[in-house]
């Protein structure tokens, strides 16, 4: 069976700190996996999606990155996070659309 | 980018009614690829219904079923005896074959299923 991890379930940072969100797959190989983020009374907005190891595309402009080393991991990252970072995120994988999605993470910035 | 716009932030529903939500969006593409999502107070993420463009016929997965009018680009969800596991956010997304995997949502539909 194919199962998604995504950690940590909540976190509070300070502004100005980094971040580090980690999103692992199981069960399938050389998925398409995707970082949304959820702000409050929003949809999904898409930030990165990547198709294969090294491969990612950016979706909006923003203090965010995203990498993929390894086929089945993708990690979102932040130097300095803002204000605005604030939401719910959440790593998704699937062949031609987002299929199966984590568990999100809340991110408070104080 | 491509817009999708969910009009109904809440909508209620009696146990056991009929509900439909409702979904537009702006695309200059021909082919492209239409999708249920469902956000249960989990927050797991779930594929409801898919629906290709270049299909006639209105997909259906058991007692969900759309109403696909590409010319009116409407894409409403009709949830047929609806039961109280059916309370969550539901999103409308839309998704480019053309431009890779980009994929856009909706702002969620909030539906409350009273008993």
């Known amino acids: 069976s194919q199962t998604i991890h995504q950690w940590p379930a909540t976190l509070v940072q300070p502004v100005g700190s980094p971040l580090s969100l980690e999103c692992t797959v199981e069960g399938t190989s050389n998925p398409n996996l995707y970082w949304y983020r959820q702000a409050a009374g929003r949809g999904l907005q898409l930030l990165f999606y990547s198709v294969g190891i090294g491969q990612i595309s950016s979706e909006v402009p923003q203090n965010l990155s995203a990498s993929r080393p390894q086929d089945r991991q993708f990690i979102l990252s932040s130097k300095k996070l803002l204000l605005s970072d604030s939401g719910f995120y959440l790593c998704?994988?699937?062949?031609?659309?987002?299929?199966?999605f984590g568990d999100g993470t809340r991110l408070s910035i104080l | 980018a491509q817009t999708v716009t969910q009009s109904q932030p809440e909508m209620s529903v009696q146990e056991a009614e009929t509900v439909t939500l409702s979904c537009t969006y702006d695309?200059?593409?021909?082919?492209?690829?239409l999708f249920w999502y469902k956000q249960p107070p989990s927050r797991q993420m779930i594929l409801v219904i898919r629906?290709?463009?270049?299909?006639?016929q209105n997909a259906t997965e058991n007692r969900f079923s759309v109403n696909f009018q590409k010319a009116a680009k409407s894409f409403s969800l009709k949830i047929s005896d609806s039961q109280l596991g059916d309370a969550a956010m539901y999103f409308c997304?839309?998704?480019?074959?053309?431009?890779?995997?980009?994929?856009?949502f909706g702002t969620g539909t909030s539906l409350t299923v009273i008993p």
């Open positions: 997304a839309y998704r480019s074959p053309n431009t890779g995997n980009q994929f856009y």
């Open positions: 629906q290709e463009a270049y299909k006639q």
């Open positions: 998704a994988w699937g062949t031609n659309q987002p299929q199966h």
């Open positions: 695309t200059s593409e021909s082919d492209y690829y």
